[in-house]
């Protein structure tokens, strides 16, 4: 079984990380950096953008690469590259995911998260 890419992108706004929860589908109730899977022949860039646009309505500044991690769930193998958003535009309007929490990085430990995104909260915390 291959790996599926999923392209997501981390906010960073007056030292909080958004961080939002899913509402439905597989890994319900999981809180995760919102982004999505890539499809053929798209940029990891412009999935972050196309994926912002539809589960938020927002338009976002893509910054740099952060990191990625990789997680063989029971049907599905992902790697999750994570980005840095530089900015956005627009008031965020939540469509895939019930709740959104803008966290301290102290507070980040708190939530359940989507397992791929683990590592990710993890390393977040370590370079407070």
Avoid at 55 to 70: A, L, M, R
Avoid at 91 to 110: F, G, P, R, S, V
Wanted: contains cysteine.
């Amino acid at each position: 079984m291959n790996y599926i890419d999923v392209i997501a992108g981390i906010i960073i706004k007056d030292n909080k990380v958004l961080i939002a929860r899913r509402s439905k589908g597989f890994l319900k109730g999981k809180w995760e950096f919102p982004g999505g899977k890539k499809e053929n022949n798209e940029s990891h860039k412009n999935c972050l953008k196309r994926e912002f646009k539809e589960e938020f309505n927002i338009d976002i500044e893509v910054g740099k690469f952060y990191f990625t991690s990789q997680y063989d769930y029971e049907n599905i193998k992902i790697k999750l590259h994570t980005y840095l958003v530089n900015d956005y535009r627009g008031n965020i309007q939540m469509k895939d995911h019930d709740k959104i929490c803008w966290a301290n990085k102290n507070e980040l430990k708190n939530f359940e998260y989507a397992p791929a995104d683990i590592p990710i909260i993890k390393k977040i915390i370590r370079e407070e």
